[in-house]
Nanobody, 124 residues
Framework: QVQLVESGGGLVQAGGSLRLSCAASGRTLRSYNMAWFRQAPGKEREFAAGIGRSGGTFYQDSVKGRFTISRDNARNTVTLQMDSLKPEDTAVYYC??????????????????WGQGTQVTVSS
């Protein structure tokens, strides 16, 4: 099983940017669909962005045009570039890996490896 560690969270003003990184160890990420999920206080964990094994990308409607997910299989990393941040983006962000099919990329229960999470706080 792959181990995931997130970094890059923090406090930023509305309209600012943050770059989250997910470093993997134990296995190559090449075999996995990868995603970022987020969980705000009092809310359920939700899909934010995903990238398939071949590089196809998927986004929640509320982050389209503002977030960009990418992967570097050689470095075994996945990155989430977040621009034009809004207070409603405040959440703990989790990196996750799935061996499932691409059509299940938005489904949290298909992910078997999760990072510990990194806090993103956007002030108004």
């Amino acid at each position: 099983q792959v181990q995931l560690v997130e970094s890059g969270g923090g406090l930023v003003q509305a309209g600012g940017s943050l770059r989250l990184s997910c470093a993997a160890s134990g296995r190559t990420l090449r075999s996995y669909n990868m995603a970022w999920f987020r969980q705000a206080p009092g809310k359920e964990r939700e899909f934010a962005a995903g990238i398939g094994r071949s590089g196809g990308t998927f986004y929640q409607d509320s982050v389209k045009g503002r977030f960009t997910i990418s992967r570097d299989n050689a470095r075994n990393t996945v990155t989430l570039q977040m621009d034009s941040l809004k207070p409603e983006d405040t959440a703990v962000y989790y990196c996750a890996a799935s061996s499932g099919v691409l059509s299940s990329i938005r489904m949290a229960n298909m992910y078997t490896s999760w990072g510990q999470g990194t806090q993103v706080t956007v002030s108004s």
